[in-house]
């Protein structure tokens, strides 16, 4: 009689609920919370984006185009 497999290894503890999770937000120091306001505006305004004059798009299907000659018949 073979040996039966195994049972699956335990699955890992569910996250934490709203609850329990740790909301307060950290203590930064002075120059953290300066650069963390730097940061921050950074991202408020935004990539500039590089002005394309022409959109070369190549989003459509490629076609084989059939060639001529060189076949054996």
């Known amino acids: 009689?073979?040996?039966p497999p195994?049972?699956?290894?335990c699955?890992?503890?569910?996250?934490?609920?709203?609850s329990?999770?740790?909301t307060?937000?950290?203590?930064l120091?002075?120059?953290?919370a300066k650069g963390r306001g730097a940061l921050l505006g950074d991202i408020h305004k935004g990539a500039k984006l590089k002005k394309v004059g022409v959109v070369n798009d190549r989003s459509a299907p490629?076609?084989?185009?059939?060639?001529?000659?060189g076949g054996w018949w």
């Open 1 to 3: 009689m073979p040996i």
């Open 29 to 32: 120091n002075r120059d953290e």
């Open 62 to 69: 490629i076609l084989e185009k059939p060639k001529g000659g």
């Open 20 to 22: 329990q999770a740790n």
């Open 24 to 27: 307060t937000p950290p203590k």
């Open 11 to 18: 699955a890992p503890p569910p996250p934490p609920t709203f």
């Open 6 to 9: 195994s049972p699956p290894p």
